[in-house]
């Protein structure tokens, strides 16, 4: 099946600093999305993104379909920005969607 | 966003048990969902893909004995985990979409505890 690596795996931030996270996947895909799970485990829709660059607010992300890879980008970073950011990929159809296993992130004031 | 409700957001059983977790689609029809384990620090995995109307697909290592899922409208997935066991102590958590469209959308999640 489809592989899918997320790196960093933690990422420790001082607040207000910016970063990017990268999601590689080893095959085509015809949905991309990144979540946020936070502290309760519920996760957070941020992106749909299977190709281009979105923006919403401080957040915003890229994806590059034809070299298989996409990334998150987090500016201005809040204490509340932390928790567990996954990629997650569908192959095709109406397939389930695939998880990387994540970074974490931790804000610091 | 499309969403997806789940219920109940915790519970807490003996072993030897059954715990129903239900799934629904509250503004949309969802001919499929999929139902998703989490133990703690690591990454969501699929444990089966719950069709309406027909049986559900386990993943590999998932025992449909165990995890009986009903998909019996376009709206409701249910989980039920029967004779639970301590080792299945997680948080589940099940996703779906909007017929004809691919982003998904997740439940709040179920955490088991298994006493």
């Known amino acids: 099946g489809i592989q899918v690596e997320q790196s960093p795996p933690d990422l420790i931030l001082q607040e207000g600093a910016n970063s990017t996270l990268r999601c590689n996947f080893s095959d085509s895909v015809n949905n991309l999305q990144w979540f946020h799970q936070n502290p309760w485990g519920q996760l957070i829709n941020l992106f749909y993104?299977?190709?281009g660059t979105k923006q919403n607010g401080r957040l915003s992300a890229t994806t590059v379909a034809t070299e298989r890879y996409s990334l998150l980008y987090i500016s201005s970073s809040q204490t509340t920005d932390s928790g567990v950011y996954f990629c997650a990929v569908v192959r095709s159809g109406n397939t389930p969607l695939v998880f990387g296993k994540g970074t974490r992130l931790s804000v610091i004031a | 966003g499309a969403v997806v409700s789940q219920h109940p957001s915790w519970v807490i059983c003996k072993s030897g048990t059954s715990v129903k977790i239900e799934c629904r689609s509250l503004d949309f029809q969802a001919t499929t969902m999929f139902w998703y384990r989490q133990f703690p620090k690591q990454s969501l995995m699929l444990m089966a893909t719950?069709?309406?109307?027909?049986?559900?697909?386990?993943e590999q290592g998932v025992e449909k004995d165990k995890f009986l899922i009903n998909h019996a409208s376009l709206t409701l997935s249910t989980l039920t985990v029967t004779s639970a066991h301590p080792e299945d102590s997680s948080f589940y958590i099940c996703?779906?979409?909007?017929?004809?469209?691919?982003?998904?959308?997740f439940g709040q999640g179920t955490r088991l505890t298994v006493v």
């Open positions: 993104i299977p190709s």
């Open positions: 719950s069709n309406e109307g027909s049986k559900a697909t386990y």
């Open positions: 996703s779906a979409r909007d017929q004809g469209d691919t982003e998904a959308f």
